[in-house]
């Protein structure tokens, strides 16, 4: 059993401290973030687009993620590990749960999927099943042709409604946390308060329960463009090790994101 898990977590929400939680998708950089002090880290499907180069993250397939999952948990014994579900490997609840499945058996703690009330189904039979989820909101990236490119999502206050409904219907169904992606820092705050689970926000502003990042995105190496909301905590640092403690330190305190890294 890892040392952190959806208690510890849900915990730190309670208690107002932020969780740091970063991507890896290798079991040197797992142990790294590991023995640094973060507290969570993802196999994301961006592997696709810092791993493999792809424009969007659409190609990346269950297997890959289980493939990364392996080495992820190979670093650290006691890593809590959430493990990305591709793109329509959960289009129902009966694939949802064979393709988590997989991912579990590769050594995750917990799956996350994309979307809002339709995946309530799925999650309530993944949670019966005693797989752990977490939700993900705003700019899902799966579906980045639907929204027309990375953009940021829940400005108009019709939207925004929905997603504090969305989020509120994943925690009924039973997901234990939920990840939101480039929304305006108001609407963060709005729904890190509506949720008793602990949000976890990427270009969401200061006002939620913890923070996440790409790690390529973390040393300033991502192929292509970096986003707006990232910051290179190597550049400041000058080595992996202080750059990571660096990034938690910072989510710890407030100091980031700062409000060059948030959209309103
Ligand atoms: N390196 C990397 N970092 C990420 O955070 C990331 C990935 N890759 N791949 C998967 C998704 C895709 N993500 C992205 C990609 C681009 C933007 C982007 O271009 N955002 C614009 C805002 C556009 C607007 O104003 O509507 C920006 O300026 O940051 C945002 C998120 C987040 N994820
Ligand atoms: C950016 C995070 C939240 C993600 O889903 C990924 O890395 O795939
Ligand atoms: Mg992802």
């Keep these: ?52 180069g ?23 014994r006691d890593l809590f590990v959430v493990a990305d579900m591709p793109f329509m490997s959960y289009s129902n609840p009966a694939q949802a749960c064979e393709n988590a ?20 189904e799925s999650i309530k039979l993944l949670t019966q099943q005693g797989i752990p989820v977490c939700g993900h909101l705003g700019l899902t990236p799966q579906s980045v042709h ?7 999502q829940g400005r108009e206050e019709q939207q925004a409604l929905q997603m504090i409904a969305d989020a509120q219907a994943l925690e009924s169904a039973g997901a234990q946390m939920l990840v ?43 192929a292509g463009y970096i986003p707006k909301f990232s910051k290179n905590f190597l550049a400041e640092t000058g080595n992996m090790q202080d750059a990571v403690k660096k990034f938690c330190d910072d989510v710890k305190s407030g100091a980031f994101p700062g409000t060059e890294h948030e959209f309103n």
């Design 54 to 76: 792809a424009d969007d993250t659409l190609s990346v397939t269950t297997e890959e993620i289980a493939y990364h999952t392996r080495s992820v948990r190979a670093g650290s």
């Design 180 to 222: 939101i992606e480039c929304i305006p820092s108001n609407l963060a705050k709005r729904i890190t308060e509506a949720v008793n689970i602990p949000v976890i926000g990427i270009g969401a502003g200061k006002e939620v329960d913890g923070q996440i990042l790409v790690m390529h995105d973390l040393v300033g190496i991502s």
């Design 146 to 152: 639907v929204f027309g490119g990375f953009k940021i």
């Design 1 to 52: 059993m890892a040392k952190v898990s959806v208690s510890t977590l849900a915990k730190k929400k309670q208690q107002g401290e932020k969780i740091t939680a970063l991507t890896a998708y290798d079991a040197s950089f797992a142990k790294l973030f590991y023995d640094n002090g973060v507290d969570v880290v993802l196999v994301g499907d961006s592997l696709g687009m810092v791993l493999q």
């Design 101 to 120: 499945a997989t991912l579990m058996r590769s050594g995750a703690n917990m799956v996350k999927l994309e979307g809002g009330t339709w995946l309530t």
